[in-house]
């Protein structure tokens, strides 16, 4: 299907079955239970789930692939989120204009910081892009603020003129041909509750369709260029490639993945800070890519996920919560354990989050899909081994044959 061989072809398939149905699998729990505060499928967090999964499929086409590590992706996530705010303040507030343009001022930038970044490999690229990434986030913060809004960011305003609305004086907000990406429409079944969000399943075709070219890319010659070049890219250069092009080709293409991001964030939300420039957002899918699998497909989409899941929901917890599902136990054993788990939750959510990377990263090097992986491969053999107790591989010694 669409040029995938069977196996891409049922990822893909996965993918859009989970995207699709994301309303109820993230809403396992009713909503006057307990365990609710588990439940992930309000809007707001499935947009950051799909937004920051098109961030990390970006990166690890960079990174997965070639093995290059950038530290300044976020620059291309905030170049994106300004070029999107600014279509929506001179031209329309649809959402169309403001992704196309923040897919090619991405692209741009990360032209001109892939063209200079190359020029080194290893720990001087990324020290580069670091570099880079930080003197965008501080020319957007103080110098350039006539553009950027400075600290207080820029946003939507009545008084901007939008000159494709028809009614410029009226303060609307993003939307796709009419369709306000606020707009919600909820389902009531027994005790649950589910959100059905318009700006949500928008994000969500976006990165379906990031999700398949990465499926091309990965399967292409160019891909498996890519991957000669992570290998050994000194031997590949000694047979007379010249391995640039690819690479900055690579850097180019993760850099428009980022301000695809960027643009759909600004969909969602019109509002634009310089803070999504800042180092951290770059360390920050470093981390998803390396906790879902570097050089996956959806591993990266997975540690988006698990990530996001973990800062709005683990987060929110607090010694309250605790208190009431600890509630069955003796007063003292109650506070006690309390007391131990209050470092791990609310804002301490970031300490269960370094333990929790440095387990994949000591015990699943490839990440949460090689867990998966793992897990796959023990139920095959538990399945081998009780087809009544025999061995596939063994083959009884035929008797030789005599005249």
Known sequence: MLG???????????????????????????????????????????????????????????????????????????????????????????????????????????????????????????????????MSYALAYSVLTPITGGETGLQAKISDPRILDSNAGEFGRANLFGLQMSENVSLQVGGWDFTFNAGYYVAAFM????????????????????????????????????????????????????????????????????????????GEVVLMTILGGAGTLIGPVLGAGMIKYMENIVSKINDTILH????????????FVVTVIHPFIGKGWHLTLGIVFMLVVIFLPGGLMEGGERIAKLFKRKKGSGSGGKDPEHHPTPKPHVA
Do not use: C
């Not at 309000?42 to 086409?61: E, S």
């Not at 990465?214 to 890519?226: D, V």
């Open 207 to 282: 990165m379906i369709i990031s999700f398949y070219i990465a499926i091309r890319i990965f399967r292409s010659p160019f891909g498996m260029m890519l991957r000669a070049i992570k290998s050994n890219q000194q031997r590949l250069n000694y047979t007379g490639l010249n391995s640039r092009p690819y690479t900055l080709a690579a850097f180019v293409i993760s850099g428009m993945y980022a301000g695809l991001a960027g643009g759909l964030m600004v969909a969602m939300d019109t509002q634009v800070g310089p803070e999504r420039m800042f180092w951290t957002a770059s």
């Open 324 to 335: 009431q599902w600890f509630s069955f136990m003796p007063d003292g054993l109650e506070d």
């Open 4 to 134: 995938l061989n069977t196996k891409d072809t049922r990822l893909l398939l996965l993918v859009i079955a989970l995207t699709m149905l994301a309303p109820f699998l993230l809403n396992p729990f009713p909503v006057d239970s307990e365990l609710a505060q588990f439940n992930a499928g309000y809007p707001d967090l499935m947009q950051r789930f799909v937004i920051f999964g098109i961030f990390a499929i970006g990166f690890n086409i960079l990174f997965g692939l070639t093995g290059y590590l950038s530290f300044g992706h976020a620059a291309f996530l905030g170049v994106g989120s300004y070029a999107a705010i600014w279509m929506m303040k001179l031209l329309t507030m649809n959402v169309i204009p403001a992704i196309i343009m923040s897919v090619i001022f991405a692209g741009l930038f990360s032209l001109l910081v892939g063209w200079i970044s190359l020029r080194r490999s290893g720990i001087y690229f990324s020290i580069l892009t670091l570099a880079f990434a930080q």
